[in-house]
Every structure is written in structure tokens, then in C-alpha cells.
């Protein structure tokens, strides 16, 4: 009698390991887009941060909605910028489901982009954080 083996199959973690990949670099494509002046990632001391929505005059919370559509409208450009790159498709392929979704973005939360100290947040006449 052979044995089963039990546990996670042998391509699970390589899997795993590919969509995490993947995730990153859509993260950093994210934040390469047009997005940095529009959303920012407000990390406060002890709770969880938030998005916040920047007009050029004005702050307010991020609609959900909103940070998913801009998060679809990267996959959808990195796709019809360079149709011949297979491993693009593939990265956005493992992007292109809610928990792909957001993995991009708590991984772009960190990026240099977004990412803004709640002490040190302060709006400058450039219309940029510090």
C-alpha cells in the first residue's frame, strides 16, 4: 500500500510565493501611477491607518470604492501598455481579485508615495507631504 502524502501540495508555496511577487510589483506600479498626489496613507501611532483623498486644497477620507477602482485602473493599463509581456499578465491575473486588490494596496500603504507619519504630516506649498 503507498502512502498519500499529506499537507500542502509541492506548488503551493511557489504559488504563494508568486503572487506575493506579484503583488509587490503591482504595489510599486501603483505607486508609480498618477495616484501619488491623489491618495495618501496616513499612519497613525496606534490604530490603523487610513486613506486619505488629496484635491490640491483639501483632505478627506478615501471612499473604499474609490482606491479599488484606481488599484483596477493600474492592472488595466499595465495590461494594455504592454500586451506582449506574459509575466505582466500573470502578475495581474493573480492581482485581479478582491484579496489580490488588497494586498496592492496595504503594500503600497508603505510606499514612499502614500505613506505620511501622523506627527510629521505636514502639508507643504508644493502640494506635498513630508
Known amino acids: 500500500m503507498s502512502a498519500e502524502p499529506t499537507g500542502t501540495p509541492t506548488g503551493a508555496p511557489?504559488?504563494?510565493?508568486?503572487?506575493?511577487a506579484a503583488h509587490?510589483?503591482?504595489a510599486y506600479r501603483f505607486a508609480s501611477a498618477q495616484y501619488?498626489?491623489?491618495f495618501l496613507y496616513l499612519h497613525?501611532?496606534?490604530?490603523?491607518?487610513?486613506?486619505i483623498s488629496v484635491d490640491g486644497t483639501s483632505l478627506t477620507l478615501c471612499a473604499p470604492d474609490d482606491l479599488t477602482r484606481a488599484a483596477l485602473d493600474v492592472l488595466h493599463r499595465a495590461v494594455a501598455d504592454t500586451p506582449d509581456d506574459e509575466r505582466l499578465r500573470?502578475?495581474?491575473?493573480?492581482?485581479?481579485?478582491?484579496?489580490?486588490?488588497?494586498?496592492v494596496l496595504t503594500l503600497a500603504a508603505q510606499l514612499e508615495p502614500f505613506a505620511v507619519r501622523h506627527q510629521r504630516a505636514a502639508y507643504t506649498s508644493t502640494k506635498r507631504w513630508r
Not at 44 to 51: D, E, K, L, Q
Open 14 to 20: 511557489r504559488q504563494r510565493d508568486a503572487a506575493t
Open 36 to 38: 501619488g498626489d491623489r
Open 44 to 51: 497613525p501611532r496606534r490604530t490603523p491607518g487610513m486613506w
Open 24 to 26: 509587490h510589483r503591482m
Open 90 to 103: 500573470v502578475d495581474v491575473a493573480l492581482c485581479y481579485t478582491p484579496a489580490g486588490v488588497a494586498a
